[in-house]
T-cell receptor
Framework: GEDVEQSLFLSVREGDSSVINCTYT??????LYWYKQEPGAGLQLLTY?????DMKQDQRLTVLLNKKDKHLSLRIADTQTGDSAIYFC????????????FGTGTRLTVIP | EAGVTQFPSHSVIEKGQTVTLRCDPI?????LYWYRRVMGKEIKFLLH????????ESGMPNNRFLAERTGGTYSTLKVQPAELEDSGVYFC??????????????FGAGSRLTVL
């Protein structure tokens, strides 16, 4: 199956690092994604990682992938109030229509 | 470049009524997807078009849902008759044709459906 799980809530203080975690069950995924949804807006792609990679860094964002444990994380350095949003992880597979399968989303609240 | 637009942004209907949601994808994007998020749950795949053809409709909940993409441009998703459990946010997304690479979806803002 394509079960993707995330914790529902995370609160951090402004300036601290945030770590949002995601676990998935199907190890045949080819790409894993992080999307951000701000209030009233659609999902915005933040970054994605190929399943053969361990890490990807893009400015304040660091994605870590532990394929053995089927665990994906998104670290946001120096978290700002503008980072408050819902963060969704998703996976896609080589077979089929390359659809994305999403988790429940983690609501990040940044406390000033 | 215009993004993915969805209409209406919010619809409130009574159980048994009909609602049609519309999605205009990014011009030139062959792939069009419909997803749904019920409150607090994961975003669930409904179906996928490649141009005007339904590639995968395995996520459609039942035959009360009908999706079309006439001419391979905009798409509509009709719910008839609506039930209480159909309430949620319906997202549309589009992407360029992919072969084996990452599928970079661009999402619309969603259509919130409330069935009373």
């Amino acid at each position: 199956g394509e079960d993707v799980e995330q914790s529902l809530f995370l609160s951090v203080r402004e300036g601290d690092s945030s770590v949002i975690n995601c676990t998935y069950t199907d190890s045949s995924s080819t790409y894993l994604y992080w999307y951000k949804q701000e209030p009233g807006a659609g999902l915005q792609l933040l970054t994605y990682i190929f399943s053969n990679m361990d890490m990807k860094q893009d400015q304040r964002l660091t994605v870590l992938l532990n394929k053995k444990d089927k665990h994906l994380s998104l670290r946001i350095a120096d978290t700002q109030t503008g980072d408050s949003a819902i963060y969704f992880c998703a996976e896609s597979f080589r077979t089929g229509a390359n659809n994305l399968f999403f988790g429940t989303g983690t609501r990040l609240t940044v406390i000033p | 470049e215009a993004g993915v637009t969805q209409f209406p942004s919010h619809s409130v209907i009574e159980k048994g009524q009909t609602v049609t949601l519309r999605c205009d994808p990014i011009s030139g994007h062959d792939n069009l997807y419909w997803y749904r998020r019920v409150m607090g749950k994961e975003i669930k795949f409904l179906l996928h078009f490649v141009k005007e053809s339904k590639q995968d409709e395995s996520g459609m909940p039942n035959n009360r849902f009908l999706a079309e993409r006439t001419g391979g441009t905009y798409s509509t998703l009709k719910v008839q008759p609506a039930e209480l459990e159909d309430s949620g946010v319906y997202f549309c997304a589009s992407s360029q044709r992919t072969v084996s690479g990452a599928n970079v979806l661009t999402f619309g803002a969603g259509s919130r459906l409330t069935v009373l």
